[in-house]
């Protein structure tokens, strides 16, 4: 075998320039992943400690930095297979940027700011440096790199920048950044979807997009284990054990909805529309499912008798509604299933709609039976299309 060969060595190919390329995801992505189950975690618990609009305003601004962080590394990774000597390294450094990034979350708010946004800021020039790579080796992919490097480079300016101005000037700022750093991939014409070299490999993607979910999802047992145990399992009733066990059922549908109905699954076509709506939606889902998680965590601090926690309850509600919904919005972005034949809109609208009763009634009942109001919403979206499917296919 050549030295070029050698995935070692090997320069970053485009998929397109290969006979076959794999889908599966490779093992430096997946370590990447790894710093994110921290990130998540502490931006949970960020969440749970500022249950305010304010605090509601950052959890949401900083997850969406973070999934961008990961989700236009993986969008390189998918156009470029890229794992030689050198990926790595660079890999590695990016993995450095969000061990600071993760570090500041508790403080993002205060002094944890600056941190955060200088290691987003270097994120971003590093993901320049591999798009700067692949346009060495890639003739065909040359323009297309090129535009992403000047926009990598230009958006990691802006964000460093906002380490230094006063707050809250700061904040609207890295806010606005973030905005532009979308517009160029959803503007026809401008878009950098217009270069038919930008095109990922579907099938990665949508492997990476249920990996996270996995990911976001787990934290959710993390986060009922961590509370219980700080409290101490000795400490709590039995309805609080039960409680407990609801909320570990609960994240566990949550996947199995998830990837029943939509997870792995390819977009039904390749329009900007289309892809726009598959990236957006994951991302709201993954917001919703984080603040469920959240949410969750209080089934081990109530008993059966004394309502909810009304601020938990709170985005235990919209959050489900959110999830639901962005579910539906998948269903109908990607490549068709058996499984939607049977979970069709009117279950999904029925989620929400309980959801958000849910969130009407809570402070007025007892905690267990807004459990059973919330786990109507939720434990509907799979027993109705399981029945509907037994029924259907058992005449067959």
């Not at 060595?9 to 794999?22: G, I, M, V």
């Not at 904040?171 to 070299?197: C, D, G, H, N």
């Not at 639901?324 to 269903?331: F, K, N, T, V």
Request: charged letters at 15%.
């Amino acid at each position: 075998m050549a030295l070029e060969d050698h995935p070692m060595w090997r320069k970053p190919q485009h998929h397109h320039d290969l006979e076959q390329a794999n889908n599966h995801v490779h093992w430096v992505e997946l370590f990447y992943d790894l710093i994110h189950v921290v990130t998540i975690f502490l931006l949970g618990n960020y969440l749970s400690q500022h249950l305010d609009v304010q605090g509601f305003l950052f959890f949401c601004g900083v997850f969406i930095a973070l999934w961008y962080a990961w989700g236009e590394l993986s969008i390189f990774n998918s156009i470029f297979v890229s794992t030689d000597f050198w990926h790595r390294l660079i890999m590695s450094g990016m993995i450095c940027t969000l061990m600071f990034m993760a570090a500041a979350i508790p403080a993002i708010d205060g002094n944890g700011w600056a941190f955060f946004v200088i290691g987003f800021a270097v994120n971003r020039a590093m993901l320049a440096l591999l798009y700067f790579r692949a346009m060495c080796t890639n003739e065909s992919a040359r323009a297309m790199c090129q535009e992403q490097i000047r926009n990598m480079m230009v958006f990691a300016v802006f964000f460093a920048t906002t380490a230094f101005l006063p707050k809250p000037y700061s904040y609207w700022v890295f806010a606005a950044t973030m905005v532009a750093t979308q517009i160029i991939y959803m503007i026809p014409r401008v878009s950098v979807l217009r270069f038919e070299k930008f095109e990922p490999r579907f099938g990665h993607m949508a492997e990476r997009f249920a990996l996270l979910t996995l990911i976001v999802l787990g934290e959710g047992f993390f986060k009922l284990v961590v509370t219980l145990s700080d409290i101490g399992i000795y400490n709590v009733t039995p309805d609080v054990l039960v409680n407990f066990l609801i909320g570990g059922i609960a994240i566990f549908v949550m996947c199995w909805i998830y990837f029943d109905f939509v997870g792995h699954g390819k977009t039904k076509d390749n329009k900007l529309p289309t892809l726009v709506k598959w990236w957006l939606a994951h991302l709201v889902m993954m917001i919703s499912a984080t603040m469920v998680a959240v949410a969750l965590s209080a089934e081990v601090k109530v008993g059966f008798w004394e309502p909810y926690p009304a601020k938990y309850a709170t985005i235990g509600c919209f959050g489900l509604a959110g999830y639901i919904a962005m579910l539906w919005l998948l269903s109908n972005v990607i490549e068709h299933r058996v499984a939607t034949d049977y979970g069709r809109w009117d279950v999904r609208v029925f989620g929400i709609v309980v959801a958000i009763f849910c969130f009407l009634v809570v402070d007025y009942v007892p905690a267990l039976v807004g459990n059973i109001i919330w786990g109507t919403a939720l434990f509907s979206q799979i027993v109705v299309p399981l029945t509907r499917g037994w029924i259907a296919l058992r005449k067959e």
